[in-house]
């Protein structure tokens, strides 16, 4: 292994993760659009992308439960060279790993009981992650059940925390925070039937300071409105722009209303 040089440690580097906290410390919501690199291709990208731009959302979250199609780096390449937005690595396993994204979410599914994607899988993943130079956002990753099981709950094989199990998931994020995670991520897993319940974002607010991201199942205006409005910091939304990305562009709104900047 390569001697470590404080410049280039990619546990220092800290631009975006810096940029959620501003937000967060000016009220300010985020959003991020989640691209499966196995359901997109040029043509798809081509179309969403520029609603991406149009709407100024924040980040794109890339990555799936299970790749098949050995396209993540294709993906990368793409969006790299048709939009500026942060690629932010949203890790199914250690297999999606590359020095062409700009951070990766470090998602310990603190909410399961498996030491692989407890501890296990982190392990293996963090020389390349450090070969890689990316920037590491420790995030507590929470599963909520959402009225259908996910391809994250059955590739996870771990079991969601009930939806009606408030003090459950507040308890579980808390001690992600008293671990030292940066983020805590609620999930309801992609295609979930129902967002997770505004109540249960706003019991995990009520404890924890720091920044929450929601998703799973959002799929209107009003859907990730009732979510910010509970709590949430950055909302993502995934299976809703392969059919409608034009639902990004209410959302930018949306999202430009709880500002006081409205270039945000
Ligand atoms: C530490 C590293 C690098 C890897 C492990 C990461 C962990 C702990 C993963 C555990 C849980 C898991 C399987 C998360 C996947 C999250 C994800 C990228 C979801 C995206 O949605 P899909 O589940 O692919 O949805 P579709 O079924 O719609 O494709
Ligand atoms: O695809 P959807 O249901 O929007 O979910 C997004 C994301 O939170 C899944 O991990
Ligand atoms: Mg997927």
Redesign the pocket.
């Known amino acids: 292994m390569r001697p470590i040089h404080s410049n280039e440690l990619a546990a220092l580097k800290t631009n975006i993760y810096n940029y959620i906290q501003n937000k967060v410390q000016q009220g300010t919501k985020m959003i991020a659009a989640?691209i499966?690199p196995?359901?997109n291709d040029e043509r798809s990208l081509s179309r969403i992308l520029p609603y991406c731009e149009e709407a100024k959302i924040d980040f794109l979250f890339i990555?799936?439960?299970?790749l098949v199609r050995d396209r993540l780096e294709f993906t990368l390449d793409f969006i790299k060279n048709h939009s500026n937005l942060p690629c932010i690595l949203?890790?199914?396993?250690?297999m999606?790993?590359s020095s062409k994204a700009d951070a990766?979410l470090?998602?310990?599914?603190i909410s399961g009981r498996n030491p692989e994607?407890l501890i296990g899988?982190?392990v293996i993943?963090a020389p390349y992650?450090y070969e890689a130079g990316l920037e590491t956002i420790s995030t507590g990753?929470m599963?909520i059940h959402c009225g259908n099981y996910?391809?994250?709950h059955y590739?996870?094989g771990c079991m969601p925390i009930p939806s009606n199990k408030y003090e459950i998931a507040a308890m579980t994020a808390l001690a992600g925070q008293m671990l030292g995670m940066k983020l805590i991520y609620m999930?309801g897993?992609?295609?979930a039937a129902h967002p997770i319940e505004p109540g249960m974002i706003a019991t995990v607010r009520k404890i924890i300071q720091i920044p929450i991201v929601v998703g799973g199942g959002i799929r209107t205006e009003t859907q990730a409105k009732q979510a910010f409005e509970a709590g949430a910091d950055v909302i993502v939304v995934?299976?809703a722009l392969e059919s409608s990305p034009e639902l990004l562009i209410d959302l930018g709104k949306l999202k430009r209303s709880y500002s006081s900047n409205p270039v945000n």
């Open positions: 989640l499966d196995d359901k990555g799936g439960s299970l949203f890790p199914g396993s250690v999606q790993i990766i470090f998602l310990s599914l994607l899988n982190h993943a992650i990753y599963l996910t391809t994250a590739m996870s999930d897993g992609s295609g995934g299976n």
